[in-house]
């Protein structure tokens, strides 16, 4: 071979092989980019994933039309007993104590936009609240309204109440996703379908959104208790998928669950009044919901963040040991909420629900027993005068 010849070869060569480490550069440029968006665009229902068991990675949303979730289905369906909301009257002290809160809460550099409270003094019947109206995302305090609608149905004789103890212990006490995921399909005559389209899809989110109409025929204007919590294990679902993952579909944003704290207030008023379904059935949530000194002394500095905590980072963490409380937590790596009946060692009783709908509540652990004890601390002072 001649020399011009190996020297067009070599150029040759060279020229291939920076073509080829300019394809791979470019095909991982154009990847990471993808990424970027994926992860951006459906950064909504990674928020979603609750955290009693681990923060989850993104999930991707097809496109679709809007779902509404606020339809009517049959007038004659079952119905929340209560059917007006409480006659409630603003109390300007407590509103005052609230103010406080979201002033402290400001001062501690949280965004206060995305923050709802609500307080009511169940004995005299006095509210305050700020941004109360707001629907948020409630994670795990959504499973409050799960046992409200299996109760009903257990008194009405639609499902038999000895099937149900052990999975409404772990869905409330250890706000566990496999027995809510039970509850949700007893309750709803639902399950899980990997591929389900056309008539089959409609009557099964049909059947769903009966939980959702349960609530709104009585006053629990929009609220969306539809949805699934996750991870799922034994479905294998780590996120929503197939039948689920359809439910939630939006052109813009998933349709994930929607409650207002003046809504969780409400429902933990009446069940501490003994009206929700029946005064049989709200002793027994109140009992459900129940979180007793030596579970709250155990866990308010257990850091074991693969296990469902109600206590530490939340509002009962900083009250004493005397004080009996009733609640349901719910965390998410983009929401901390909570929810309690609190009643003092001399007898006072109130209700604190706090949604803080943002990372910085997410991931900080003092802000809510703060918040608890500035309210706390209120009550007492309220009842001494």
């Known amino acids: 071979m001649r020399i011009s010849d190996k020297k067009r070869s070599t150029q040759l060569l060279r020229l291939q092989f920076v073509g080829i480490v300019t394809g791979i550069a470019l095909t991982i440029s154009l990847i990471g980019l993808f990424l970027h968006k994926q992860n951006t665009d459906n950064n909504q229902i990674a928020k979603s994933a609750d955290k009693s068991t681990s923060e989850l990675p993104s999930l991707t949303v097809p496109s679709a039309s809007p779902l509404s979730l606020n339809e009517t289905i049959d007038n004659s369906e079952l119905a929340y007993n209560v059917q007006t909301s409480p006659n409630l009257n603003k109390n300007e002290?407590?509103?005052?104590?609230?103010?406080?809160?979201?002033?402290?809460?400001?001062?501690?550099?949280?965004?206060?936009?995305?923050?709802?409270?609500?307080?009511?003094?169940?004995?005299?019947?006095?509210?305050?609240?700020?941004?109360?109206?707001?629907?948020?995302?409630?994670?795990?305090?959504?499973?409050?309204?799960?046992?409200?609608?299996?109760?009903?149905?257990?008194?009405?004789?639609?499902?038999?109440?000895?099937?149900?103890?052990?999975?409404?212990?772990?869905?409330?006490?250890?706000?566990?996703?496999?027995?809510?995921?039970?509850?949700?399909?007893?309750?709803?005559?639902?399950?899980?379908?990997?591929?389900?389209?056309?008539?089959?899809?409609?009557?099964?989110?049909?059947?769903?959104?009966?939980?959702?109409?349960?609530?709104?025929?009585?006053?629990?204007?929009?609220?969306?208790?539809?949805?699934?919590?996750?991870?799922?294990?034994s479905l294998k679902l780590a996120r929503p998928k197939g039948s689920e993952l359809k439910l939630r579909k939006n052109s813009q944003k998933a349709n994930l669950n929607k409650i207002s704290t003046q809504q969780v207030a409400r429902l933990l008023y009446e069940i501490h009044h003994n009206k929700s379904v029946s005064e049989k059935s709200s002793l027994k949530m109140a009992e459900l919901l129940t979180i007793d000194a030596g579970t709250r002394n155990l866990k308010r500095h257990d850091k074991n963040l693969n296990e469902f905590n109600p206590v530490r980072g939340f509002l009962s963490a900083s009250l004493p040991d005397k004080v009996d409380f009733k609640g349901k937590a719910g965390w998410t790596s983009g929401s901390?909420?909570?929810?309690?009946?609190?009643?003092?060692?001399?007898?006072?009783?109130?209700?604190?629900?706090?949604?803080?709908?943002?990372?910085?509540?997410?991931?900080?652990?003092?802000?809510?027993?703060?918040?608890?004890?500035?309210?706390?601390?209120?009550?007492?002072?309220?009842?001494?005068?």
């Open 93 to 233: 002290k407590l509103q005052k104590t609230v103010d406080e809160i979201v002033d402290f809460t400001k001062n501690q550099k949280f965004p206060i936009q995305t923050l709802s409270i609500t307080i009511i003094d169940v004995e005299t019947g006095e509210y305050a609240g700020y941004q109360q109206e707001k629907l948020r995302y409630p994670a795990s305090v959504v499973k409050l309204f799960w046992m409200v609608n299996l109760y009903a149905q257990i008194e009405k004789g639609i499902l038999s109440e000895t099937e149900f103890p052990e999975y409404l212990d772990a869905m409330i006490q250890k706000s566990d996703n496999e027995a809510a995921s039970y509850i949700v399909d007893r309750i709803t005559k639902t399950e899980y379908r990997q591929n389900i389209k056309g008539e089959e899809y409609k009557n099964w989110r049909k059947k769903r959104l009966k939980i959702n109409q349960y609530f709104q025929k009585a006053g629990y204007k929009d609220i969306n208790v539809s949805q699934k919590t996750f991870p799922i294990p």
């Open 336 to 385: 901390r909420n909570d929810a309690g009946i609190i009643t003092t060692p001399n007898g006072k009783s109130y209700i604190l629900v706090v949604f803080g709908e943002d990372r910085a509540y997410a991931h900080d652990w003092q802000i809510f027993p703060d918040i608890s004890q500035l309210v706390f601390n209120q009550m007492n002072k309220l009842e001494m005068e």
